[in-house]
C-alpha cells in the first residue's frame, strides 16, 4: 500500500528535481504550518558527511535521553527511514495515513515527490513532542524544500565540494553559495573546513546575514590519540572521547563537527535540553552511532555467504570524487589483505572524477548496472571508466552477486572487498543481503 501511494506521489510533478520553494509553502500553509511548531531545528547541509553528522548527533541527544525528529534523504531500503519521530520510525500504517493524508492536503496540484513528502515529515513532528528535530537538506539548501524553518536553533554546514552540478552549478563557488542558503540572520552556523574558494563565500554570506560562525580550524579542533580516541577542543570544552564507532578515519571530522554544534547550543541561554549534557552521555552516544551503508562491514547473508573464511565484505555508498578521496585516504591502511571491488554508479555522476583516486588501489574491479535504476551507468562503461585510471582489471558482471563470487573465486586470499560508488546501489545490496 505504502509503495502505491509513493508512486501516486512521484506523478505529482514531471520532474524529479525542481528546486523551488513555492510549491510546499503552499502545502505547507494547507496543512496549517507544521514547520512553525517543530521543537528546536538543527538544520544540516553540505556535500558529504551530512549523514553521518545528523546520525551522530542523533546519538548523542539521545544518549542524554532526549527526543530526537529526523529527517534524511534518500533511504536505502525502505522508505521509513527518511522520517524517525522521536527517536521510532513510523510503522506502516501510521505512515500511510500520514501521506494519505498530505496527498489529500495537495489536492492533485503540482508537487515533487521530495516537496511532498517534506512536508509530511514536518507535519508527523508537529504533532509529536520532541526536545529537538535535526533536518538533513536533500539537494542545495537555498531552494531545499527543508529552507522553510524560518528560526533554526542553529544551521551547520559540513564539507562542500562538486555535486549535482546540473541542479547547484557548475563551480564550487556556485554550490557553496546554494549550501550557504540555509543561514538565517543572526543564528550561528557550524562549519566544517572547507575549500579555499567556499570558505570564501560561507564568510561573505555570513558577514551579510550577520551569522556567528563556529567554524574547524579556528574554533574548534578535533584529533586521533595512539590508541583511536578522539580529542575534541572547542572555545569553552575539552572532551576525551572514544573513537567513532562508524568506520573511516574521516569520521573524526564528522564526529568533531557533531560535537561542535552540541558545544554551540550549550553555550545559548535557553531552557533545557541545550543547557549541558549529563556525564558520559557524549561518550555513549559515539558509542551508539548507527549509519549503514557508509564504509559499513557486512558480516552475514547471501553475499557474505560466498566469501571464503577469513575474507572481508565491505559497502560504501559515497557518489561523488570528494567521496572518493576520502574513501581511498582510508583504504591506504587496509594493506593486510588483498583489496578488490565492486562498482556501480548513476550515469549522472562523476565518473572518472570518483574514479580517479580510487581505480588503481584495487587489484581487480567488478562493475554492475544498478538494479532497477534507469540512469545507472552500464556496467561495460563503469569497466572502462575504471580501466582509464589505470585499474588492470576491471571487468563488468552482470550481477552484484556474480560479481563478488568472481572475486572469491580469483583474488589471491584473503582478501577485503568493498562495494562503493551509489547511494542506490548500497541500498539494493542492504536489501537483497537480508
Same mark, same amino acid.
Given at each position: 500500500?505504502?509503495?502505491?501511494?509513493?508512486?501516486?506521489?512521484?506523478?505529482?510533478?514531471? /520532474?524529479?528535481?525542481?528546486?523551488?520553494?513555492?510549491?510546499?509553502?503552499?502545502?505547507?500553509?494547507?496543512?496549517?504550518?507544521?514547520?512553525?511548531?517543530?521543537?528546536?531545528?538543527?538544520?544540516?547541509?553540505?556535500?558529504?558527511?551530512?549523514?553521518?553528522?545528523?546520525?551522530?548527533?542523533?546519538?548523542?541527544?539521545?544518549?542524554?535521553?532526549?527526543?530526537?525528529?529526523?529527517?534524511?534523504?534518500?533511504? $536505502?531500503?525502505?522508505?521509513?527511514?527518511?522520517?524517525?519521530?522521536?527517536?521510532?520510525?513510523?510503522?506502516?500504517?501510521?505512515?500511510?495515513?500520514?501521506?494519505?493524508?498530505?496527498?489529500?492536503?495537495?489536492?492533485?496540484?503540482?508537487?515533487?515527490?521530495?516537496?511532498?513528502?517534506?512536508?509530511?515529515?514536518?507535519?508527523?513532528?508537529?504533532?509529536?513532542?520532541?526536545?529537538?528535530?535535526?533536518?538533513?537538506?536533500?539537494?542545495?539548501?537555498?531552494?531545499?524544500?527543508?529552507?522553510?524553518?524560518?528560526?533554526?536553533?542553529?544551521?551547520?554546514?559540513?564539507?562542500?565540494?562538486?555535486?549535482?552540478?546540473?541542479?547547484?552549478?557548475?563551480?564550487?563557488?556556485?554550490?557553496?553559495?546554494?549550501?550557504?542558503?540555509?543561514? /538565517?540572520?543572526?543564528?550561528?552556523?557550524?562549519?566544517?573546513?572547507?575549500?579555499?574558494?567556499?570558505?570564501?563565500?560561507?564568510?561573505?554570506?555570513?558577514?551579510?546575514?550577520?551569522?556567528?560562525?563556529?567554524?574547524?580550524?579556528?574554533?574548534?579542533?578535533?584529533?586521533?590519540?595512539?590508541?583511536?580516541?578522539?580529542?575534541?577542543?572547542?572555545?569553552?570544552?575539552?572532551?576525551?572521547?572514544?573513537?567513532?564507532?562508524?568506520?573511516?578515519?574521516?569520521?573524526?571530522?564528522?564526529?568533531?563537527?557533531?560535537?561542535?554544534?552540541?558545544?554551540? $547550543?550549550?553555550?545559548?541561554?535557553?531552557?533545557?535540553?541545550?543547557?549541558?549534557?549529563?556525564?558520559?552521555?557524549?561518550?555513549?552516544?559515539?558509542?551508539?552511532?548507527?549509519?549503514?551503508?557508509?564504509?559499513?562491514?557486512?558480516?552475514?547473508?547471501?553475499?557474505?555467504?560466498?566469501?571464503?573464511?577469513?575474507?572481508?565484505?565491505?559497502?560504501?555508498?559515497?557518489?561523488?570524487?570528494?567521496?572518493?578521496?576520502?574513501?581511498?585516504?582510508?583504504?591506504?591502511?587496509?594493506?593486510?589483505?588483498?583489496?578488490?571491488?565492486?562498482?556501480?554508479?548513476?550515469?549522472? /555522476?562523476?565518473?572518472?572524477?570518483?574514479?580517479?583516486?580510487?581505480?588503481?588501489?584495487?587489484?581487480?574491479?567488478?562493475?554492475?548496472?544498478?538494479?532497477?535504476?534507469?540512469?545507472?551507468?552500464?556496467?561495460?562503461?563503469?569497466?572502462?571508466?575504471?580501466?582509464?585510471?589505470?585499474?588492470?582489471?576491471?571487468?563488468?558482471?552482470?550481477?552484484?552477486?556474480?560479481?563478488?563470487?568472481?572475486?572469491?573465486?580469483?583474488?589471491?586470499?584473503?582478501?577485503?572487498?568493498?562495494?562503493?560508488?551509489?547511494?542506490? $546501489?548500497?541500498?539494493?545490496?542492504?536489501?537483497?543481503?537480508?
Amino acid at each position: 500500500m505504502i509503495d502505491a501511494v509513493l508512486e501516486r506521489l512521484t506523478r505529482l510533478h514531471p /520532474k524529479v528535481i525542481d528546486l523551488s520553494l513555492d510549491r510546499v509553502l503552499r502545502l505547507l500553509d494547507a496543512l496549517g504550518n507544521p514547520q512553525d511548531r517543530l521543537p528546536p531545528v538543527i538544520h544540516v547541509a553540505g556535500t558529504n558527511g551530512k549523514g553521518s553528522t545528523v546520525a551522530t548527533l542523533r546519538a548523542l541527544f539521545e544518549a542524554a535521553g532526549l527526543r530526537a525528529h529526523v529527517y534524511t534523504s534518500p533511504h $536505502l531500503v525502505r522508505f521509513n527511514e527518511r522520517i524517525r519521530v522521536a527517536g521510532r520510525l513510523p510503522a506502516d500504517d501510521q505512515l500511510l495515513a500520514l501521506l494519505e493524508e498530505v496527498e489529500a492536503a495537495n489536492a492533485g496540484a503540482a508537487v515533487t515527490f521530495f516537496e511532498i513528502t517534506t512536508a509530511a515529515a514536518f507535519l508527523a513532528f508537529a504533532r509529536t513532542p520532541a526536545e529537538v528535530c535535526i533536518l538533513e537538506t536533500g539537494l542545495g539548501g537555498r531552494l531545499d524544500a527543508t529552507n522553510v524553518v524560518s528560526r533554526p536553533a542553529l544551521t551547520v554546514l559540513t564539507p562542500i565540494a562538486m555535486d549535482h552540478q546540473q541542479f547547484l552549478g557548475g563551480r564550487i563557488e556556485a554550490i557553496a553559495a546554494e549550501k550557504a542558503g540555509i543561514m /538565517k540572520r543572526g543564528i550561528a552556523c557550524v562549519v566544517a573546513r572547507q575549500n579555499r574558494k567556499a570558505a570564501k563565500v560561507l564568510e561573505a554570506r555570513s558577514t551579510e546575514m550577520g551569522v556567528p560562525l563556529f567554524q574547524e580550524g579556528a574554533d574548534f579542533f578535533v584529533r586521533t590519540t595512539p590508541d583511536g580516541g578522539l580529542i575534541y577542543r572547542g572555545k569553552t570544552v575539552e572532551w576525551s572521547l572514544p573513537a567513532p564507532v562508524l568506520a573511516g578515519s574521516f569520521q573524526a571530522r564528522n564526529t568533531a563537527l557533531a560535537l561542535a554544534a552540541i558545544e554551540r $547550543l550549550s553555550r545559548i541561554e535557553t531552557p533545557p535540553p541545550f543547557g549541558g549534557f549529563p556525564d558520559g552521555a557524549l561518550a555513549l552516544g559515539i558509542r551508539s552511532v548507527e549509519w549503514p551503508g557508509r564504509l559499513q562491514r557486512l558480516t552475514e547473508g547471501p553475499l557474505v555467504d560466498l566469501l571464503p573464511e577469513g575474507w572481508e565484505l565491505w559497502l560504501d555508498g559515497g557518489h561523488n570524487p570528494h567521496a572518493a578521496e576520502a574513501l581511498a585516504q582510508h583504504c591506504r591502511s587496509w594493506r593486510d589483505k588483498t583489496f578488490g571491488g565492486v562498482f556501480g554508479i548513476l550515469a549522472t /555522476k562523476d565518473v572518472d572524477g570518483y574514479m580517479e583516486p580510487l581505480a588503481a588501489r584495487f587489484h581487480s574491479l567488478r562493475t554492475v548496472t544498478i538494479p532497477g535504476e534507469s540512469a545507472s551507468l552500464p556496467a561495460e562503461d563503469a569497466a572502462a571508466a575504471a580501466s582509464r585510471h589505470f585499474c588492470l582489471d576491471a571487468r563488468p558482471s552482470a550481477s552484484v552477486e556474480e560479481a563478488v563470487g568472481d572475486l572469491a573465486a580469483t583474488l589471491p586470499g584473503p582478501a577485503r572487498i568493498l562495494i562503493c560508488g551509489s547511494l542506490y $546501489l548500497a541500498g539494493r545490496v542492504l536489501a537483497d543481503n537480508r
